[in-house]
């Protein structure tokens, strides 16, 4: 690829509390009986999440369990949403902390030498913020130039990788570190809306980190950046929203949204020059849900092995919005060869679909 921006590193952080989705069906179904829910929206509760295709999720909390350790959901309240920004901020930074820490590792650089910090997430918010938490647990210098990217939901990733590419490329020898970190379980609340229980059938917390250059060779690195792309779908705008209210955010993702992306995902990757889809060794698709992986798939028609990663973190770890792109690609590069091509595809709030072409480098991870 003709663009010299590269991966040095990359790493994830799973949370520490793994659940069954058997066993969180369960639970969300105990909290919509409390809340006065009918005996039809419990076995819809039932199917939603039987459908999902998840076999397990993780979260930062051990609320969601038999255990007396509730730290949130206690005795069934649900909490404010100033109480859920504290546990944001009680728990982001060591989630996002353990990830970079992965990815600094990989690459090789030392913290004192990253001259960019910037972090997605669309959970959790506050002032001083993530920003400043990581810069000093990591030991970032103090002259670090810092972006939040929030609200934009399962693409966030996109665009900070686009604001750290862009400031790699400006100023020869900066470093950046790119930061996503979700805990969706902090949002958690009886709501009956099918949008809003197919959400809480999807998504987990986790957090993922890329330590991006310039100016390096493929020999130097684990991946080139090539090609990127955006487009907004306005027609779409209602079909994913994440609301901000007195009791959480509220997320609602519409069973349309597969039919959306059918007639628009071919053109799309066309403009990332890839005319010939089946072509490319590797498709990392945000697992934003089974119906969305089975659109692109046949859409773009791809062999099953070309997006068996999204399947297998979907099955493994749920949707973890903004930082499941990165467990994707991590687990694409380690099964790719070197000089092969992939695509990185999201979707998210707009509608807005997001898309990178990239090309495995000869680092080894």
């Not at 989705?21 to 929206?41: C, F, I, M, N, P």
């Amino acid at each position: 690829m003709s663009n010299s921006t590269n991966i040095l590193g990359i790493g994830t952080a799973r949370p520490a509390f793994s659940y069954d989705q058997e066993q969180l069906s369960g639970v969300y179904q105990q909290a919509l009986l409390k809340s006065g829910a009918d005996t039809s929206t419990l076995r819809r509760v039932r199917s939603v999440f039987r459908l999902s295709r998840v076999a397990s999720r993780s979260f930062v909390l051990p609320d969601f369990s038999a255990s007396d350790r509730a730290e949130l959901y206690v005795d069934g309240v649900f909490p404010s949403t100033g109480e859920r920004m504290q546990a944001f901020a009680r728990h982001a930074p060591v989630l996002a902390e353990e990830a970079c820490r992965k990815a600094i590792e990989m690459s090789g650089v030392p913290p004192e030498r990253i001259s960019h910090l910037v972090i997605a997430t669309c959970t959790g918010v506050g002032a001083p913020d993530l920003d400043v938490e990581i810069a000093m647990r990591i030991g970032l210098p103090s002259s670090i130039e810092r972006t939040m990217i929030v609200w934009m939901s399962c693409t966030g990733a996109f665009p900070a990788l686009r604001v750290a590419r862009r400031a790699v490329s400006e100023t020869p020898g900066s470093v950046a570190l790119v930061v996503c970190v979700e805990l969706c379980s902090l949002h958690v609340r009886p709501d009956p809306d099918p949008g809003s229980l197919l959400a809480h059938a999807l998504f987990a917390d986790g957090a993922g980190a890329l330590v991006v250059a310039s100016g390096y060779g493929m020999g130097d690195s684990i991946a080139s950046l090539g090609t990127g792309a955006s487009q907004l779908i306005p027609e779409g705008r209602d079909l994913i929203r994440w609301e901000f209210g007195d009791a959480g955010f509220r997320a609602h993702l519409d069973f349309e949204l597969p039919e959306l992306l059918a007639c628009t995902i071919k053109p799309f990757v066309e403009r990332l020059g890839c005319d010939a889809p089946q072509s490319m060794t590797s498709w990392c698709v945000h697992p934003g849900g089974v119906a969305i992986l089975d659109t692109v798939q046949r859409a773009l028609e791809l062999a099953d092995d070309r997006i068996k990663s999204s399947h297998q973190i979907l099955r493994a770890l749920g949707n973890m919005s903004s930082s499941t792109i990165v467990y994707v690609l991590e687990k694409e590069l380690r099964r790719m060869d070197a000089g092969e091509s992939g695509v990185m595809l999201g979707f998210g709030t707009g509608v807005t679909v997001e898309g990178l072409r990239f090309e495995r480098g000869r680092v080894a991870i």
